[in-house]
């Protein structure tokens, strides 16, 4: 089993656990007294304190030891605004910031405070003149991340803090992932960092307040660690803290040079290897160790299932890996697709046989998910309505009954050859208001039907009457080779990726094609409004991403050049997911309003 989510956490470095072996022996007593053993537990105290000051760059009475990385936070947040109270009560933070930060700034303004937030590229990244345009004369504390943790960015920690120095605002930052790799540049005010972030252990996090910067600790005074932190400081994790992050920092020059290697790899193979996928975060001003991607028409959960089968543990920002229904905060900021969304971050010494294993086994991972959603032809080319080779696709398709509408059943060739494209003309609409028989008649001649369009220019009007039909379910029963090999670029289905279940999508596939009048009819309890000029309507409302997005694919091609596909989903990472998709297919998002998006065909 290969572990590729070091971002979250390491396991225990070697020199780690010899540290804290020997610690616990030695550690145990209480280092406020003056005693032989409570002497010895201050001496591995202090020692561990000037080795972790040392690399982060302060001195060693600004470093105090906490709980943890979070602790270290709430704290270091908590105490600069009551230290600066005078001020002003205004909170600045990033709109990428770690949860820990978001959620003391919630606390924040719940106790009366103010928050504003600085936003970001799309690349993860905040622009410094802007951040520094934020602060004013009632700032009282900047929060920013020295890198983000989803998506690698490295923010202008430098930059901002000279901003603020000459502003007369402290800044706050979170280095709980650039730590590992070297210092923390620029004049901060605060820091914090967490130990299990570079194979400490965990229970443990730092806390850095420079000397001049007003602070008042939370809570009940306490004694120790400067009264910053309060409780009994756990003596062996912290020395095997201050061990572990002098041995890595011993090796990160030249672990960084041969892991930015690694992932620059991935950043240029996976968009080659799977269609429809974005790399994501800035490409140069980045950890060394990790790297994002989100595939196009895939449910975030089921590929990490799939890759944890094929023997890889990776992490996700997608909604359904959260544990909640609301995709990640970061890539919402961004604007960046965030389901079928993989974060791979590398732990050092990674061999490049393990990357490579991993390249090979995503793309049949990715077809998996793609094919048991009913998606694998949009991969192909979203804008046509039927795939390029029908055997790849469907393969019925090479059935003679399946390609005949008069050898099969008349009913299924009735609501085969009954699409969209068949509106747009006041003739057929008059005809099929008059005769039920032609509109029937129409369906299974075939040659009735080419001999319609032939005649009717194209239009997107919603009057136009094409008859109703519903979108294709998706194909979960066929075989899984077949169902793979419909994705361009998917990797040979040998015995690279285990079949791994796949959660169904919540109800029934939303009907392709409705008119205004019947949408407006079936979904006022969801608040969706229809515009007049709404064209083709895909209800996925109560529908979960991709579910929505895999429709809009579906029909998109079913329109004309210039067409308008109506979508109303009422969940929440659709907001970020359809306008993503618009941008990397290439189609216009005409308005997003609560429920309803209208997107216009281009091309």
């Not at 790297?291 to 944890?308: N, Q, R, W």
């Not at 609409?429 to 029937?440: G, L, P, R």
């Not at 959660?503 to 969801?526: K, L, R």
């Not at 515009?531 to 929505?548: F, S």
Request: charged share 25%.
């Amino acid at each position: 089993m290969s572990s590729f989510d070091a971002a979250s956490s390491l396991p225990l470095h070697p020199l780690a656990r010899q540290a804290l072996l020997a610690a616990l022996d030695e550690g145990w007593a209480d280092p406020a007294r003056p005693h032989r053993e409570g002497r010895r537990a201050r001496m591995l105290l202090d020692a561990a304190r000037e080795s972790a000051a040392e690399a982060v760059g302060c001195r060693p009475d600004e470093l105090s030891f906490a709980a943890s990385g979070t602790h270290a936070l709430h704290s270091g947040i908590a105490g600069a605004l009551a230290g600066r109270h005078r001020t002003g009560r205004e909170l600045i933070v990033s709109s990428v910031e770690h949860s820990a930060v978001l959620q003391a700034a919630e606390a924040h303004e719940r106790g009366g405070g103010s928050v504003s937030e600085v936003g970001v590229d799309r690349t993860g990244r905040v622009d410094a003149q802007e951040y520094v345009e934020a602060l004013g004369k009632r700032t009282a504390l900047a929060c920013l991340q020295s890198a983000n943790h989803e998506v690698g960015t490295v923010q202008p920690v430098e930059e901002v803090a000279a901003g603020c120095a000459e502003a007369g605002v402290p800044l706050l930052v979170d280095a709980a992932q650039s730590l590992p790799w070297g210092p923390v540049p620029g004049d901060w005010s605060l820091l914090t960092g967490s130990a299990h972030k570079w194979g400490g252990p965990a229970g443990v996090g730092l806390l850095v307040v420079r000397k001049g910067v007003r602070f008042a600790p939370p809570g009940p005074a306490d004694d120790r660690e400067s009264g910053r932190t309060p409780g009994f400081e756990n003596i062996p994790a912290i020395v095997a803290a201050a061990a572990s992050l002098r041995a890595v920092r011993a090796e990160a020059e030249a672990e960084e040079a041969r892991l930015r290697t690694v992932t620059d790899r991935i950043r240029a193979r996976v968009p080659a290897l799977v269609p429809d996928t974005e790399v994501v975060g800035d490409p140069v001003r980045r950890l060394p160790h990790l790297v994002t991607f989100s595939c196009l028409y895939v449910d975030g959960e089921a590929l990490l299932h799939a890759l944890d089968e094929a023997g890889f543990s990776v992490s996700s920002g997608s909604s359904c890996t959260s544990g909640t229904l609301t995709p990640s905060h970061v890539l919402r900021a961004m604007g960046v697709l965030s389901e079928g969304n993989v974060r791979v971050s590398l732990p050092p010494g990674t061999p490049e046989s393990d990357v490579e294993r991993f390249l090979s086994v995503l793309p049949g991972a990715v077809a998996q998910v793609r094919a048991r959603l009913g998606a694998a032809p949009l991969s192909a080319d979203d804008a046509a309505p039927e795939a390029a080779d029908p055997e790849a696709a469907d393969p019925e398709a090479a059935d003679p009954e399946a390609a005949d509408p008069e050898l099969a059943d008349p009913e299924a060739a009735a609501s085969e050859t009954a699409v969209p494209e068949a509106a747009g003309s006041e003739a057929a609409v008059s005809e099929a208001a008059v005769s039920e028989a032609a509109v029937s008649e129409a369906a299974v001649s075939e040659a009735a039907v080419s001999e319609a369009e032939a005649a009717a220019p194209e239009t997107t009007a919603p009057e136009a009457a094409a008859p109703e039909t519903a979108a294709p379910e998706p194909d979960t029963d066929g075989p899984e080779a077949e169902s793979d090999s419909a994705l361009p670029g998917a990797a040979d289905p040998e015995p690279t990726v285990p079949e791994v279940p796949v959660p169904e999508p919540d109800t029934e596939i939303p009907e392709a094609d409705t008119t205004a009048a019947e949408a407006e009819a079936t979904v006022p309890e969801a608040e969706a409004t229809v515009p007049e000029d709404a064209g083709v309507i895909v209800d996925a409302l109560g529908k979960r991403c991709p579910v929505p997005v895999i429709e809009l694919a579906k029909v998109i091609g079913q329109v004309p050049p210039g067409g308008v596909v109506t979508v109303l989903a009422d969940d929440e990472a659709a907001r970020l997911d359809i306008p993503a998709w618009c941008g990397m297919t290439g189609h216009a998002l005409v308005e997003a309003t609560g429920t309803t998006f209208r997107v216009r065909r281009v091309g």
